[in-house]
């Protein structure tokens, strides 16, 4: 059971560069999120998903797009690399808004580094 | 404006001991509070929750109890074992959005 997958692992960015941030799930959920850690501070919400076709921002967007044309896939876009956007990214998942009883689903985390 | 909070970095605790991890939060609307457990390198995975009509909520080893007039919630773990040693996260939710509000996290350390 797969669950959520999140790839790359680790990446390397020079200042500007763009890349993307892949995160797919198996397990047929609507709700998916992008959360980013830093160092000594909590998970701060980037972007969020009720459902394909729809998303809407969390508390810092700035810098990141996304898009979800599947159920499954909801990839996190860097379009200009800063300094400031390195940090550890989690995808996650949930069954519904239920949100005491349908708790989110992470995955592994990519670590980005911009130098 | 930090609305979940740890104020505690790390914690150790003998191995069979109870630990107990603390959250405090500063919004009264919260509903649901969550806990989730990290490994190094993995993502966080999901422990136990509570609904703000509840004072608390037990899974095997693992309570939550949450006093909304101190509006504090804590999680015990009893007894801990030393593959309880992980980075907890409390977290709490904002009713009519699917946004979790996450706080610092707390080290535990169980020693042997």
């Known amino acids: 059971n797969a669950g959520v997958t999140q790839t790359p692992k680790f990446r390397i960015l020079k200042i500007g560069q763009s890349m993307t941030l892949q995160c797919t799930q198996d397990m047929n959920h609507n709700y998916m999120y992008w959360y980013r850690q830093d160092p000594g501070m909590g998970l701060k919400l980037i972007y969020y998903s009720v459902g394909a076709g729809i998303t809407d921002k969390g508390e810092v967007p700035n810098g990141y797009n996304v898009s979800r044309s599947t159920t499954e896939d909801f990839p996190l876009r860097l379009e200009l690399a800063a300094p400031s956007q390195t940090s550890v990214y989690f995808c996650?998942?949930?069954?519904?808004?239920?949100?005491?009883?349908?708790?989110?689903?992470f995955g592994n985390g990519t670590r980005l580094t911009v130098t | 404006d930090q609305q979940v909070k740890q104020n505690s970095p790390s914690l150790s605790v003998q191995e069979g001991r109870i630990s107990i991890l603390n959250c405090d939060y500063t919004?009264?609307?919260?509903?649901?509070f969550l806990w989730y457990k990290k490994y190094p390198a993995e993502g966080p995975t999901f422990l136990i929750s509570i609904s703000s009509i509840k004072d608390k909520n037990e899974d095997g080893r693992f309570t939550v109890f949450l006093n909304k007039s101190a509006k504090h919630l804590s999680l015990h773990i009893v007894p801990s074992q030393p593959g309880d040693s992980a980075v907890y996260f409390c977290a709490a939710s904002e009713p009519g959005t699917y946004k979790y509000i996450f706080g610092t996290g707390t080290r535990l350390k169980v020693l042997a």
């Open positions: 919004n009264s609307m919260f509903d649901y």
């Open positions: 996650a998942s949930s069954y519904s808004a239920n949100r005491g009883n349908s708790p989110l689903h």
